[in-house]
């Protein structure tokens, strides 16, 4: 005799409910545990190599510095292509691997790769930068700095030294990149009187500093029974003692380097500028880390902001200026958990019209939260987060979830009509209709199954999805085979023979008239079935094309390149242009630049969507019209 779960469940109903005891409580402990978050954890393997060489022209980098970091990295495995770009005094080399090949490692080998080749390069050239391209990249959260008694020096220092290591120190922070300020430089202003006087050139004076002002190791010493490493001290410890340094002349002798003109501990040259509103202002950018949450991390960062402005001088404000996309998907997540739980009830209201039973109703109902709440060890299983994929397929299968339910709830109570108890009708019926409920379960697993195992980026985005809805509607069938036929055999109420309900009667009724009707016209029917067909098919060229749809998060970011050799100062000026323009547009509620010698960011935060008469797509749109001609700049 074959096994019939439903009928051992219903005859042994103590560990199917101890098996979903545990199953809920799994789900409701994993839930906090989930992320909220935008997109899925996407591993896009790209690697970047940027050099920069103060004062060289691309033709001199491309053979270099270009030419020699693209040979380095192309005996590397698994790499799909190469591409550089080169501009005045930087280059970049982005490398991107096959898909599947893991980033970390991939950067591992190509900063070994790139060491190697090191000593190649010019010496005047910096050390290249290898950096991992994050797929969510660009800035979780923007804050400013301001103070009404403290100059751009000081914030400046207060960003760099205080602000930036209590920030780095949060879980998830990969760096904070401030905008605008001042870098602290020790200037050295020399005199070429005095140079010429002694014989000495700038060179001379430069490669001595170079050399002296610097700390090094100076092998290992013994002292007693212990052995001490030892250290050559040379860096000078205050500005006094650097004016101080002593300067080795041709002839012999040596003159302090304050004789030879002024020291002056002071600031470099403005390479960068922050303007919020159209006034300049010090502000700092906060990025995350790679497979971090990204809410997760803007409000970790958010506490830990809280808990410095504490320390603080009182006269220093930090005060957020964007984050939107933080705002944006906690809007999102409790819109979608709204659509679920609304989602849900109407299903309950739907089979209650038709069932007319509120046991029954209660049953079925039942089967929506023992499905989808253990979804979530799933979730956490895989390492997944709640975000809009994951939540997407949650909020399709609410239906789905209870169709094994009412089926079998339907067939119990159609046994119950025929005369028999709602113990033996439960066990008969879900007998009977056992094999019907799982073939069309797995029909659908079959259909969503293959999703989780696509590839490519896509099948980054896709496979949390296909995992949801698969184990979702898995589980949907282990409560209607266990928990609906156990249910339905305690709480139904027995039925004299013969009943039916009057609204399943009216509801077959019309249902048989429909059907009749379609029969009797079968070239009308199979005409408006095809002409829906291709109909639809004719509706295909219209819709856009896309990996995903672009959201309206409220925040238009402008990027600005200018021609090379375009000047810090024709930046400043050609932004502020800019800058004017949006924000006289009465759709705008707050305009950031930060810009770098050539080129701007322009964060431009539209009021809430309550508040503007266009959507933010509208926006960009008009964007592109209203901005002045600017000669060789590109607008993206």
Avoid: C
């Avoid at 013994?222 to 500005?239: F, K």
């Avoid at 799982?438 to 490519?456: E, K």
């Avoid at 184990?471 to 209607?480: D, E, K, P, W």
């Amino acid at each position: 005799m074959s096994f019939n779960i439903s009928a051992w469940s219903i005859r042994n109903p103590i560990p199917i409910i101890v098996l979903f005891l545990i199953l809920t409580l799994g789900g409701l402990v994993s839930y906090p545990s989930l992320g909220i978050d935008e997109n899925p954890n996407v591993d896009v393997p790209t690697v970047t190599v940027t050099v920069s060489q103060l004062g060289a022209d691309p033709a001199e980098l491309e053979t270099q510095v270009t030419k020699k970091v693209e040979d380095a990295v192309a005996g590397l495995g698994n790499i799909d292509q190469i591409n550089s770009s080169i501009s005045d005094g930087l280059t970049t080399t982005a490398v991107t691997f096959t898909l599947g090949t893991d980033s970390n490692q991939a950067t591992n080998d190509v900063r070994n790769a790139v060491a190697q080749i090191r000593q190649n390069l010019p010496q005047d050239a910096n050390d290249p930068i290898i950096e991992k391209v994050d797929f969510s990249g660009g800035p979780v959260v923007t804050y400013s700095v301001s103070s009404n008694s403290r100059s751009v020096e000081e914030l400046s220092d207060l960003v760099d030294r205080t602000i930036s290591r209590a920030v780095l120190a949060v879980p998830g922070v990969a760096k904070v990149e401030r905008s605008g300020g001042v870098d602290r430089e020790i200037r050295v202003n020399l005199n070429p009187a005095r140079l010429q006087a002694l014989n000495l050139t700038a060179t001379d004076v430069n490669n001595q500093i170079r050399d002296y002002n610097i700390n090094l190791a100076g092998g290992r010493g013994e002292v007693g029974n212990q052995e001490q490493s030892v250290r050559t001290l040379g860096s000078a410890p205050s500005l006094e003692a650097f004016q101080n340094y002593q300067i080795t002349l041709p002839e012999g002798g040596f003159v302090p380097l304050s004789s030879l003109g002024e020291v002056i501990d002071g600031a470099g040259d403005t390479r960068s500028i922050a303007r919020i509103n159209g006034k300049p202002a010090v502000v700092f950018a906060v990025f995350r880390s790679s497979g971090t949450v990204l809410v997760g991390v803007e409000e970790a960062v958010e506490q830990a902001i809280a808990q410095l402005r504490k320390t603080l001088p009182s006269d220093v404000q930090v005060e957020v200026v964007v984050s939107a996309r933080a705002d944006y998907i906690r809007e999102s997540y409790m819109a979608t958990i709204e659509s679920i739980l609304l989602g849900a009830v109407l299903a309950i209201i739907t089979i209650w019209a038709f069932l007319k039973d509120w046991r029954a109703t209660l049953i079925t109902a039942i089967a929506l939260p023992l499905s989808m709440i253990p979804t979530f060890i799933v979730f956490h299983w895989f390492g997944y987060t709640l975000n809009f994929m994951t939540l997407l397929a949650l909020a399709l299968v609410v239906g789905i979830l209870v169709d094994d339910a009412i089926v079998e709830i339907e067939n119990i109570e159609r046994h119950q009509a025929m005369g028999k108890k709602a113990y033996h009708a439960a066990i008969d019926a879900s007998d009977e209709i056992g094999l019907a409920v799982v073939a069309t379960t797995f029909s659908i697993v079959a259909v969503f199954g293959p999703v989780a195992l696509m590839t490519g980026v896509s099948g980054q985005f896709f496979r949390p999805f296909g995992v949801a809805v698969a184990g979702s509607v898995l589980f949907s069938l282990v409560v209607a085979r266990t928990v609906t036929p156990l249910m339905a055999a305690y709480l139904l109420k027995d039925k004299p023979h013969g009943q039916e309900a009057l609204s399943q009667d009216r509801l077959s009724y019309q249902y048989r008239r429909l059907l009749g009707w379609a029969l009797r016209h079968r070239v009308l029917t199979l005409g408006a079935a095809i002409a829906f067909l291709v109909g639809s098919f004719m509706l295909v060229p219209y819709i856009p094309v896309g990996l995903f749809q672009n959201g309206d998060i409220s925040l238009s970011i402008v990027k600005m390149e200018l021609p090379p050799g375009t000047t810090m100062e024709t930046t400043d000026s050609t932004v502020q242009r800019l800058t004017g323009v949006l924000r006289k547009d009465p759709n705008v509620a707050t305009v950031m630049a930060t810009e770098k010698v050539g080129s701007a960011d322009i964060y431009v935060k539209l009021k809430p969507r309550g508040e503007r008469n266009i959507s933010q797509q509208e926006f960009e749109k008009h964007i592109r019209t209203v901005f002045p001609e600017i000669p060789g700049a590109r607008l993206s």
